[in-house]
């Protein structure tokens, strides 16, 4: 369905199953493909929410984007979908960075956090040049030089060269504007370390073990750093577990969701 946003754009979205909101946030340059099998898998008495972020898929484009309104865009699909409901958030990677804004900015509407594949910090100066760099790339050459660029550290070494492949062609959809636009979302992301400190919310941390992108290490220190936190670390699985290792990436979501429901 199409789910109008405050500013006139649409946010391309998927409803699955009846219940307690469960909002699924993808990755840079993915869409909500990555979380189909994740949202199919939920327990009964949740309702997955899965967006194409702006931009992403199916959604309205913009030639300019941040951290921020990709947020504000997720509390208008709350909004429509899951008034007065909070919601457990599950983001990777960007969705990961997306769901810790969603904290600092709408709190009262987060019942739990699930942060997959994703990291704090800031971004390093040297970060913004590559960011930069990617922007460029994307505009010049197209998304596939981007998504060609990123392949080889992306899925984790069991992922089947046809799956690969299939997802390399589905990230190369993405528009060259939203590859551009997103890095340098990216590039200009706040600094959420001092806000983990902050979650009072039940999170879960999921962390792939061959993930050469956020490597387990930094999701250790963001479960360090979440009182209320549980680590899990998907074995054998790179940067996108839902995708890679969907029945080990399921059996821990819902794992956690069964300890919320009680
Ligand atoms: C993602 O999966 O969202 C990206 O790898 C984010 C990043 O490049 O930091």
Request: aromatic letters at 4%; glycine letters at 8%.
């Amino acid at each position: 369905m199409q789910v109008p946003l405050r500013d006139g754009g649409i946010l391309e979205t998927d409803v699955v199953g009846q219940g307690a909101p469960v909002i699924f946030i993808h990755g840079f340059p993915i869409s909500r493909h990555m979380w189909l099998a994740a949202a199919h898998a939920l327990p009964q008495g949740w309702k997955a929410i899965v967006p194409d972020l702006r931009g992403h898929g199916s959604s309205s484009v913009h030639p300019s984007l941040s951290i921020a309104s990709f947020a504000d865009d997720l509390a208008d699909l709350h909004a429509a979908l899951a008034p007065g409901q909070p919601a457990v958030l599950v983001g990777l990677s960007m969705g990961g960075i997306i769901a810790m804004e969603f904290w600092r900015r709408y709190p009262h509407i987060v019942r739990a956090l699930a942060l997959c594949n994703t990291r704090s910090n800031a971004e390093s100066p040297e970060g913004i040049a590559r960011r930069m760099q990617v922007a460029r790339t994307a505009v010049e050459q197209g998304s596939l030089a981007v998504v060609d660029a990123m392949l080889p550290v992306i899925f984790g070494p069991d992922f089947p060269h046809q799956d690969r492949e299939r997802w390399r062609l589905l990230m190369a959809q993405t528009s060259p504007v939203t590859v551009a636009a997103a890095s340098m979302a990216l590039a200009g992301r706040k600094d959420s370390a001092p806000t983990l400190s902050t979650i009072t919310v039940p999170t879960l941390v999921v962390a792939g073990e061959h993930d050469a992108i956020t490597p387990p290490s930094t999701l250790e220190a963001i479960h360090r750093a979440i009182p209320a936190s549980t680590l899990k670390v998907i074995a054998g699985a790179g940067h996108v577990p839902p995708v890679e290792k969907p029945r080990e990436f399921s059996a821990a979501l819902n794992e956690f969701l069964r300890t919320l429901a009680s």
